[in-house]
């Protein structure tokens, strides 16, 4: 069974740092896609960084770029986000999914992140 959960979320003030996990079970980060996204309270969801494996890319939207760094640990078959600068905005729900389109069935619970000021 593919099953994606996330973890790491929390309460931090403007300017601090958290990292999120995405555990992935039943397939292999190494084999596919994985993506994070965020959505802000009111708002769609929309991606922020994605690390596909099969053509060795990394992508952030321009709103993270420079502050959050996407990786992969195989050993783990996780997928980290560490998000550093925190602002305001950055406060919402992050899921993680087995893509970086956000078309894809398989995604995580999520995870609350909360940016004080």
């Known amino acids: 069974e593919v099953q994606l959960v996330e973890s790491g979320g929390g309460l931090v003030q403007a300017g601090g740092s958290l990292r999120l996990s995405c555990a992935a079970s039943?397939?292999?980060?190494?084999?596919?896609?994985i993506g994070w996204f965020h959505q802000a309270p009111g708002k769609e969801r929309e991606g922020v960084s994605c690390i596909s494996p099969s053509d060795h890319r990394i992508f952030y939207s321009d709103s993270v770029k420079g502050r959050f760094t996407i990786s992969s640990d195989n050993a783990k078959n996780t997928v980290d986000l560490q998000m550093n600068s925190l602002k305001v905005e950055d406060t919402g729900v992050y899921y993680c999914?087995?893509?970086?389109?956000?078309?894809?069935?398989?995604w995580g619970q999520g995870t609350l992140v909360t940016v004080s000021s």
């Open positions: 039943g397939f292999s980060v190494d084999d596919y896609a």
């Open positions: 999914a087995a893509d970086c389109w956000g078309t894809t069935d398989y």
